[in-house]
């Protein structure tokens, strides 16, 4: 079997990486940046910070902090407008996953014109977006070096999911010093994001030795310092090993893809604007539970990376250890325990599982499942 690898063509990673960035893209020729980022970054200096820094390399810069958490199709319009204004001839993504995938969204339609649901499914673009670089603050979604990129509908309160090989980034920065400002509350939900990415990418039906070992690796390091990560954020070993961790997990995902985990929370991010991390954590246990049947060899091996002795244990004995020691990762970082906690209604569960069956990142689950097999689920996980 074929495969085809998918990663940004230069990574710079590590403290000081955004000075290095900095430099790297006034080398690319760069003059002018449509700066995407949320209000939140922009009012805490870290978007100013950035701009500093293009300055010092004389590239000019413009802001648009429109990116909202689960970015709009709105958000995405309102970018491109400000797009045309400043005439940028390339985009900065700074933030997690939202100003990263608005950002693409802006890109992408910058280059091949239309709307942005236009290009929901696989490949559906034709040429390659406006040059992005994308400066991450999180540990968690990965967007700044993947092909996916998830937008809201607002009209369908729905997650659109677009996976492009024309939305990777150009370069992708993960400085873990402009992580460690990141609250508890975050820290918990893009770490247990990562670790969804890449338990998924590792029990996939498009998984490939590489894409295995970016994830097994990837679970490793989260199991070993999201906990300090969570209750110490100043402690920058455990960022930076977070900032590693995520990058992996996207390596394996980006190639190896998803699962229900993943297509199951779009849904409930679209219809309720709930955290994306934090659907996820609640759940991965409840869907590995289901996949355990065809899976449990390799959960067994997402056991023994998360530290659990395995040695004597059977496989479906080693799949069971692996969704214990998730579930008690999830209590020990403050993670609710169940979706009735974030406001999903029972009596919503048909509309969000026939949305989660059409969601591409559900195709490589290990075990495909019917709709009523998607619906207990959601009902296992409220």
Not at 132 to 154: K, W, Y
Request: hydrophobic letters at 45%; aromatic letters at 4%; one cysteine or more.
């Amino acid at each position: 079997m074929s495969s085809t690898f998918f990663i940004p063509s230069v990574n710079m990673m590590g403290t000081g990486s955004l000075d290095e960035a900095v430099v790297a893209i006034r080398k690319y020729g760069f003059r002018h940046a449509l700066i995407v980022t949320d209000a939140g970054l922009a009012k805490a200096g870290v978007a100013t910070k950035v701009a500093d820094l293009l300055a010092q390399q004389d590239i000019n810069s413009t802001l648009f902090d429109g990116a909202k958490p689960n970015p709009t199709v709105g958000n995405v319009e309102a970018g491109l407008a400000k797009l045309g204004e400043c005439k940028a001839d390339f985009i900065i993504s700074l933030g997690g996953g939202s100003p990263h995938d608005c950002a693409k969204g802006i890109a992408l339609c910058a280059a091949n014109g239309g709307h942005i649901s236009e290009y929901e499914g696989v490949d559906r673009s034709t040429r390659a977006q406006m040059p992005l670089i994308a400066i991450n603050t999180t540990a968690g979604t990965a967007s700044e070096m993947t092909r996916f990129c998830i937008i809201t509908d607002e009209a369908r309160h729905v997650k659109m999911a677009i996976v492009d090989r024309n939305v990777t980034p150009l370069l992708s920065v993960n400085d873990p010093s402009l992580m460690a400002a990141m609250p508890k509350g975050l820290t918990a939900a893009t770490g247990m994001d990562a670790l969804t990415h890449a338990v998924e990418a590792y029990v996939s039906t498009a998984a490939t030795p590489i894409t295995d070992a970016c994830a097994l690796k990837a679970v490793s390091l989260i199991s070993a310092n999201l906990r300090t990560a969570v209750a110490q954020g100043q402690d920058m070993p455990a960022r930076e090993n977070m900032a590693y961790a995520q990058f992996l997990a996207g390596m394996a995902f980006n190639n190896a893809s998803l699962g229900y985990v993943h297509a199951m929370a779009h849904q409930l991010g679209g219809f309720y604007d709930l955290p994306h991390g934090v659907c996820n954590a609640v759940l991965l246990p409840h869907v590995e539970a289901f996949n355990a049947s065809v899976a449990a060899t390799r959960l067994k091996d997402v056991a023994t990376a998360m530290g659990v002795n395995t040695s004597g244990m059977s496989d479906e004995q080693g799949a069971q250890a692996a969704i214990a020691a998730i579930r008690t990762l999830s209590r020990d970082i403050g993670i609710p325990a169940g979706l009735e906690e974030l406001g999903t209604k029972a009596e919503d569960i048909p509309t969000l599982a026939a949305n989660a069956m059409k969601d591409a990142c559900g195709f490589t689950n290990p075990r495909q499942a019917t709709q009523a097999e998607i619906e207990e689920i959601f009902r296992g996980a409220l």
